[in-house]
């Protein structure tokens, strides 16, 4: 975290904390995968049969519209929804233990990060980015084929240690700086044109 704030004062314009949606939607994404697993069934007097369902998008509305009051909301629905799957399903009641887990997870998650929650659906429609997930996966490409990956390359650590500080230099303008540690006439040498070079020992 230090390191992102030293790196956020560095930035030449003003910059404010955003949640990236990438991660809020994986947490979301386990929700759905074992509130799937659940047969539906009427786990409320009256209700529908998809009420946990229903609720589990709700849960991802008010995430993505950036609804705080509507989230806690259905997060206490979906806790109330979920237990009573639990002793009414034996079946199921792995999976409705586990969609707890994750439901509490992302609760936690978002309360930590509270400040960076935005209303996703606006910022999207704005034009702005909502996710560094295109960004995320480039850079694991380009570092993931040079250090070995779909490559026939050996790397030892040092050596990739040494490949990505070059990278980082870059983007901190230090290369020239970095280099001159080890070799100080860069920068400051010129390669003189090919018809003035002059014969070896002249």
């Known amino acids: 975290m230090a390191i992102l ?3 956020k004062t560095m930035l030449p314009m003003k910059t404010r904390f955003v949640l990236d949606y990438f991660h809020v939607a994986m947490k979301l994404r386990h929700i759905d995968q074992f509130v799937g697993r659940i047969p539906p069934c009427m ?25 705080r009051d509507k989230f806690e909301e259905s997060f206490h629905t979906m806790l109330r929804l979920l237990i009573r799957a639990k002793v009414l399903l034996l079946d199921d009641a ?9 439901v509490c997870d992302l609760r936690g998650y978002l309360r930590t990060n509270a400040p960076g929650v935005v209303n996703y659906q606006a910022w999207k429609r ?5 996710s560094s997930s295109g ?10 084929r ?6 026939h390359m050996c790397w030892t650590k040092r050596g990739a240690h040494l490949f990505l500080q ?14 001159r540690r080890w070799h100080w006439e860069i920068g400051s040498y010129r390669t003189a044109l090919p018809w003035q070079w002059r014969p070896q020992h002249s």
């Open 135 to 144: 960004v995320e996966g480039t850079v694991s490409h380009l570092i993931g």
């Open 94 to 102: 792995d999976a409705a233990t586990v969609a707890l887990g994750h």
């Open 5 to 7: 704030g030293t790196r």
């Open 126 to 130: 704005g034009g702005q980015r909502i």
């Open 146 to 151: 040079r250090p070995g990956k779909s490559q």
């Open 166 to 179: 070059v990278p980082c230099a870059l983007l901190n303008n230090e290369l020239l700086t970095v280099c």
């Open 43 to 67: 786990l409320s007097p009256g209700a529908s049969i998809f009420e946990l369902y229903d609720r589990s998008n709700y849960l991802r509305a008010s995430v993505w519209t950036g609804r």
